[in-house]
Structure formats: C-alpha cells, structure tokens
C-alpha cells in the first residue's frame, strides 16, 4: 500500500524520491535531517514570526540547527520565541527585529540589517499575510485592499529584498507561503484572499522561471498550505481535511527542506484535492471551500 501511495505522489506532484519521501512521511523526514542537524551554520529569515505557521516553522528550523532571522509586529511575542529557543537550543543564534510589511521600506531596512547581522542569508520564508477579506460588492472595499496590499505587494517587496540578497551571494532558497485557496477563484470571503495567493504564486513561478533562464543557483518553492488549525483560527469551524499546527507545520517544513518547486501540504489529501479543484466545476470546489 505504501509503495503504491509514494508512486502516486510521485506521479501526481513530479517529485524527486527525496522529495516524495518528504511528503508521505514528513516527521520521520525531518527526524532524520535532524540527526545530521542540516542547518547547521545556515541561517533563515522568517517573516510574520509572531504568531500562527511563522512561530512554528521558526522552532522547526531551529530544532534543525538553523540560526534564526525572526520578524514580525509584535516585538514581545519575538522576545518570548527568541529566549525559548535560545534555551532549548544553545548552540543556534537568534536574532529578531520588528516589522510592519505594509511599509515596505521597512522590509528593505530589516533585510538588509538581518544580511549584516549574520553575512549570508541562505533561506527567506515569505510568509507575514493576513487572512481577512469580505465578499466583493459588500462594501468592504478597504478590507479587501488591505487584504490585496498585504498578501501581494508587501510579499512582492519580501521577495524583492530577499532576491537582491541571493543574487548578491549567487545563492539562496526563496520560499513563498500561498494556499491551497490559490487553486481556483472562491466565493464568499475567500474572494480577496484566494486571488492574493494566486498572484503570489505565479510571482513565485515568474521568479523561478528567471532562475532557470539565468541558470542562477537560487532555489525558488512555492508551499500550498491545506487547513491549518492555529491560534489565529481557533474558534473557526471545522474545515475539511483539517489537521492541527504541529502536523501542518511538519508537512511545510518538510518540504521546504526537500527544495521543492511547488508543494500541496499536507500532501494526502491535499495534492490530490488541488489537481481536482483545477477541474471540478465551481459549483463542487464551493463545498469545500
């Protein structure tokens, strides 16, 4: 049954063995990553670290060895983070700087302080967005542009200032964190937010599209996020294929890790249910959105 299942994955995402092993066993995966402690000497940048998938897959990376370039609004959530992880793991450094992606100077600011502070950024998680937006004609235009500015253009402008980094250094791994709401157009308050990680990830194609023509030595992965439960939706209803934070965040880090090009996590159901929402009529893709 196992065997059948990794060819199926295999098959269905266009996955290396590593990268499929990656994605059927993700904790056994990163439990042995962890033993050759494959970060170590590495640093990642992680935007939105405060809170949610972003404090998570900080405390992953770190368990890796990875030191850790932490930034997000809430500086005292940071603080916490920063001193825990310190703890739990002595030999990583972490470092963390306040940041609001809605100004985008901001962003080139505390990139460019993080490449100084450490002199090689080899990984950047473009992963601070907001989940807020409204149905389309409601009047809830402002919402929805904030929405669109936030999960866009603030993560067009991560993705520029960690570019310029990698190419200055000739390499690096750009991650890009959409969702599986990028797969087709959704109704209700979904609208905004779908068509937002839509254009984040085809901004992550473009740029790997680049990589490929320039035969430049830069990773790009675009992750495709299920339904995570986390502190942000706690009191949301139950969704479909739900799991909780630490088996999520396992699966993005996982395969982040593996370097792949595009990832639906966790990968069963979810790499399954994408290609099916590509061509399912709307009126079925509406059931489980």
């Given amino acids: 049954m196992q065997h059948k299942l990794f060819n199926l994955v295999t098959q269905t995402a266009k ?12 904790a056994r995966y990163l439990k042995a990553r962890n033993k050759k402690q494959v970060g170590q000497g590495k640093t990642v940048l992680i935007t ?14 770190a368990e890796l060895g990875y030191n850790l370039a932490i930034c997000a609004r809430r500086t005292d959530r940071l603080e916490q983070l920063t001193i825990e992880l310190t703890d739990s793991y002595p030999t990583i450094r972490v470092e963390y700087k306040a940041l609001d992606v809605s100004d985008y100077d901001a962003i080139f600011k505390v990139f ?20 807020e937006s409204r149905r389309i004609g409601k009047g809830r235009f402002e919402t929805n542009r904030r929405t669109a500015e936030i999960n866009f253009v603030s993560a067009l402008a991560q993705c520029e200032a960690g570019m310029q980094i990698f190419r200055a250094q000739n390499s690096g791994h750009l991650v890009v964190i959409s969702s599986m709401s990028a797969m087709r157009g959704l109704p209700k308050h979904m609208t905004t937010y779908g068509a937002t990680k839509a254009g984040l990830a085809h901004l992550a194609e473009g740029i790997r599209a680049d990589m490929l023509l320039t035969n430049l030595p830069i990773k790009v992965s675009t992750i495709y996020p299920g339904y995570i439960r986390t502190e942000i939706n706690t009191n949301a209803k139950p969704l479909p294929f739900e799991v909780d934070v630490d088996t999520g965040t396992k699966a993005i880090v996982a395969a982040i890790e593996a370097e792949v090009d595009e990832a639906c996590v966790p990968s069963l159901p979810w790499s399954i249910v994408g290609q099916a929402m590509k061509h399912l009529p709307l009126s079925v893709v509406n059931k489980i959105s």
Wanted: hydrophobic share 45%.
């Fill in 112 to 131: 460019k302080a993080f490449k100084a502070d450490f002199a090689q950024i080899d990984r950047v998680v473009v992963n601070a967005g907001v989940g």
């Fill in 15 to 26: 996955q290396s063995k590593d990268q499929a092993y990656s994605a059927i066993q993700p």
């Fill in 48 to 61: 939105g670290a405060s809170s949610g998938l972003g404090e998570e897959m900080a405390r992953l990376f």
